[in-house]
């Protein structure tokens, strides 16, 4: 746990009108939990994107220790490279399901992908691991064979979870994964998410506009505002003490239940 | 038998251009060094339409010499319109002498099926090809398929074959079964029954691939491990039948099945008919 | 006995941005040392800082001055300038905190919530489950409301499974921030018990108790924290 999993310095994505990320700099650990929040237009999808090499950075380092101990330069990766690290050392959760899964084709099948790229080629094998993962995400085994088109908004987002997470990545990047959720199911899937973090000790960096969600999940938050982090530190400390204006403003709109 | 020299009907030698014959050449040379890789060309206006084997005439037409003997068969038979007419078409525009002996020819343009006997060095094959990219039925954009060939990202065509297994129980791919060629790329064997997919693995002849609608040309050269795709616990298996040809009771062939009359009556004949006639002259 | 807590010179302001950046002092130049074994519980009038006090020792506030050193592993860990996974790790090891309500967390069974802290230490789920559960015994938590979350509890239900919670892993420091404001009297006579047992076995308390029985009970010693003089807005 010496060396983070994680280092971004200067990190700026700027799409020139203003909009985008700038001067970024934080360190991840080892099954920390960071949220970045912010309203929309802060940057944080942008800043997440960037961090994931789904887009290119336009300045800053962000660099990345794998599960064998080696260092690589992310924004400076050739695609292949970063396509083989996407693959095996970390996951990435989207808003809506249909940019994470193939709807068409099974929730085994979703979920076995990875593996199957990996490499892995016996058949029951791979069926039974898939089973187990869907298992792990509450979703019962039998829906082994069902289209994700048949599963509910919350199932579809367990189901990219464990699609995520079959190959024990390093580190996950969740966009807002809890975004298109109905409260209770929000509040479902967050559980489930806990209970992984916990079991699989991943580090998670989750993008959230929801303030609950952080204090649930995340030990450490960085708070976006048009494009830069204006606050950063422990989640307890940021809810209860801030001290940037805007997160101030932040915390004082939270609805108390 | 040869028809009226090309002459007579002034057209080029085998009906492409000079220039349009060393394009297709030097793509065939380019993916003889890489192979399974499909490598783009520029598709000619011929004198049949998209979908009718314009990719493999256009590299028939490209490689065919004086001293080529020149066999065409669809669906393993030399004698259906289209074989007939391609044949008719190369006999016309080149003079040079056709067969329907596999033995005896040099050249073998095919639609969908590997001759039963085995091929000798020296011997090309040309397969017309409609589709050639094996992931586009999972993957619709050609730019992303590219990558993923680049890359040898190919875990999307076992997630096809897991499908198949999942719903089927096995898996169901009967023809343009998909092949890893020289364990670096996926490639379509072109829907030739899957039946003949071993005879491409170390064969001793230049196995030429044409897609003229698609515009794209691959090859398999001589002795290259050419291997179906499986999982470990469901392997890559052929196509057996319990009955042998009606004609020349051959247990071993692909066959063909033919529906003789209004009540059903069925009869299974060889698809390969030159083989089919080498067997029933060899018992006479 | 050895020092655990070395808190020295502290200031805080709070800052309201909101209120057009209106300025609150609370803490000025407060320093505090707790060794183990002792419980030292923070008086003084309302306002003075007590809580603020409290939750800057666990970081949970930051502070403007001074710094917090607090005995981690055999190394002393400075609160104030320690990065976040290193404060992560003093507070899952080396310093508790109770506080003064349940933050709920749904759908959890009050047995879960107490048994987490022992799942963080290693221990197996059955182990932590078992003592979870005398933990919730002991302060009269019937096994009935065990698998259920705390969300329908009462007020002192709630603070009893926050107290369970807080001090179910045995850690160096505790910090309590009002543990028996709304429990009735044979409820408080087991919590001071448990705080007794804690500082026998080493433990270094700090706490805020508005009840003087508790706090008589309990206290090795009073800390005053003293009101910080006013600043002109």
Redesign the interface.
Same mark, same amino acid.
């Given at each position: 746990?010496s060396q983070p999993v994680l280092s971004v310095s200067g990190l700026a994505k700027d799409y020139g009108n203003g909009q985008g990320c700038f001067d970024i700099d934080f360190?991840l650990?080892e099954g920390?939990v960071l949220c970045i929040v912010g309203e929309s237009g802060s940057g944080k999808s942008t800043l997440l994107a960037t961090l994931a090499g789904r887009l290119s950075a336009d300045a800053g380092r962000v660099r990345f220790r794998d599960r064998a101990g080696s260092s690589h330069e992310l924004t400076t990766l050739a695609?292949?490279e970063r396509?083989?690290l996407a693959?095996s050392e970390w996951g990435f959760v989207t808003q809506h399901a249909r940019d994470g899964l193939?709807m068409n084709?099974?929730a085994?099948?979703n979920v076995?992908?990875?593996l199957?790229?990996?490499g892995q080629?016996?058949?029951?094998q791979?069926?039974e691991t898939a089973a187990q993962w869907l298992e792990k995400v509450e979703i019962s085994r039998e829906r /082994?064979?069902d289209r994700p088109t048949a599963f509910s908004g919350g199932m579809q987002q367990r189901l990219q979870i464990a699609r995520n997470l079959v190959t024990q990545p390093r580190l996950v990047f969740m966009d807002e994964p809890t975004g298109g959720l109905d409260v209770s199911v929000q509040?479902?899937f967050l559980?489930l998410l806990?209970r992984l973090v916990?079991d699989t000790g991943i580090a998670v960096i989750m993008v959230t506009h929801d303030l609950g969600v952080a204090?649930?999940l995340a #030990?450490?938050t960085l708070v976006m505002q048009q494009g830069r982090v204006v606050e950063a530190? /422990?989640t307890? #400390?940021i809810l209860?003490?801030p #001290?940037?204006?805007y997160s101030?403003?932040l915390v004082?709109s939270i609805l108390q239940a | 038998m040869t028809e009226a020299c090309h002459s007579q009907w002034q057209y080029n030698f085998a009906f492409l251009d000079e220039n349009t014959k060393r394009m297709l050449r030097r793509a065939l040379l380019k993916a003889v060094a890489i192979p399974g890789y499909q490598v783009p060309f520029g598709s000619r206006e011929m004198p049949l339409p998209y979908g009718w084997g314009t990719g493999g005439i256009q590299l028939t037409a490209s490689i065919i010499g004086q001293d080529d003997v020149l066999k065409v068969i669809d669906q393993g038979a030399d004698d259906t319109t289209n074989a007939v007419n391609i044949r008719r078409f190369f006999a016309r525009v080149t003079g040079v002498a056709t067969t329907s002996s596999t033995a005896a020819a040099s050249l073998i343009q095919s639609r969908h099926r590997i001759p039963e006997t085995p091929l000798q060095p020296g011997q090309i094959m040309v397969f017309q090809v409609p589709e050639p990219e094996a992931l586009r039925t999972l993957e619709a954009s050609e730019v992303e398929t590219r990558?993923l060939h680049?890359?040898q990202?190919?875990?999307?065509m076992?997630?096809?074959l897991?499908?198949d297994?999942?719903?089927f129980g096995h898996i169901a791919t009967s023809y343009d079964y998909p092949v890893m060629v020289n364990q670096r790329y996926l490639s379509s064997p072109s829907p030739i029954p899957k039946f003949d997919n071993p005879k491409l693995h170390m064969s001793p002849a230049l196995l030429l691939f044409g897609a003229g609608r698609e515009k794209r040309l691959y090859a398999i050269p001589p002795h290259t491990r050419v291997e179906s795709l499986?999982?470990?616990?469901?392997p890559f298996s052929v196509q057996r039948w319990e009955q042998a040809c009606a004609l020349c009771g051959s247990h071993d062939s692909y066959l063909d099945e033919i529906i003789t009359d209004d009540a059903g009556a069925r009869m299974f004949v060889c698809s390969d008919t030159d083989y089919c006639q080498q067997q029933q002259e060899g018992k006479a | 006995m050895k020092l655990l807590i070395d808190a020295q010179q502290l200031s805080k302001t709070?800052?309201?941005? #909101?209120q057009h950046g209106l300025a609150l002092p609370v803490l000025a130049d407060v320093s505090l040392q707790v060794a183990a074994g002792e419980c030292v519980a923070l008086t003084g009038p309302s306002g003075a800082g007590k809580s603020t006090l409290l939750?800057a020792l666990y970081?949970?506030?930051?502070v403007g001055g001074g710094s917090i050193r607090i005995q981690h592993q055999g190394s002393w860990v400075d609160m104030t300038t320690a990065?976040?996974?290193e404060?992560?790790a003093v507070r899952r090891h080396t310093l508790g905190y109770v506080s003064q309500f349940l933050?709920v967390?749904?759908?959890?069974s009050a047995l879960d919530i107490v048994a987490e802290p022992l /799942?963080?230490w290693g221990y197996s789920m059955q182990e932590a489950q078992q003592q979870a559960g005398a933990w919730l015994a002991r302060l009269n938590i019937g096994e009935r409301l065990w698998p259920l979350p705390p969300a329908t509890f009462s007020g002192g239900e709630q603070q009893r499974v926050n107290i369970a919670r807080g001090m179910i892993a045995p850690r160096p420091i505790l910090l309590l921030d009002e543990p028996t404001a709304s429990l009735d009297a044979a409820n408080r006579a087991v919590v001071v018990e448990l705080m007794r047992e804690a500082r026998q076995r080493g433990a270094a308390l700090v706490g805020i108790f508005h009840d003087e029985d508790t706090r008589a009970a309990v206290a090795s010693r009073i800390f005053d924290v003293p009101l910080a003089p006013a600043l002109c807005a």
């Open positions: 746990m360190e650990y920390e695609e292949a396509r083989r693959r193939r084709v099974s085994g099948a076995s992908e990875r199957m790229a990996l080629r016996h058949y029951g791979l069926r /082994l064979d509040a479902r559980d806990r916990h204090r649930l #030990q450490r530190g /422990l307890d #400390q209860d003490d #001290q940037h204006p101030q403003l004082s | 990558k680049a890359h990202e190919y875990g999307l076992h997630v096809k897991y499908e297994i999942a719903r499986a999982f470990d616990d469901h | 709070f800052v309201l941005h #909101q939750k970081a949970n506030y930051l990065r976040p996974h404060i992560a933050r967390i749904p759908r959890v /799942l963080e």
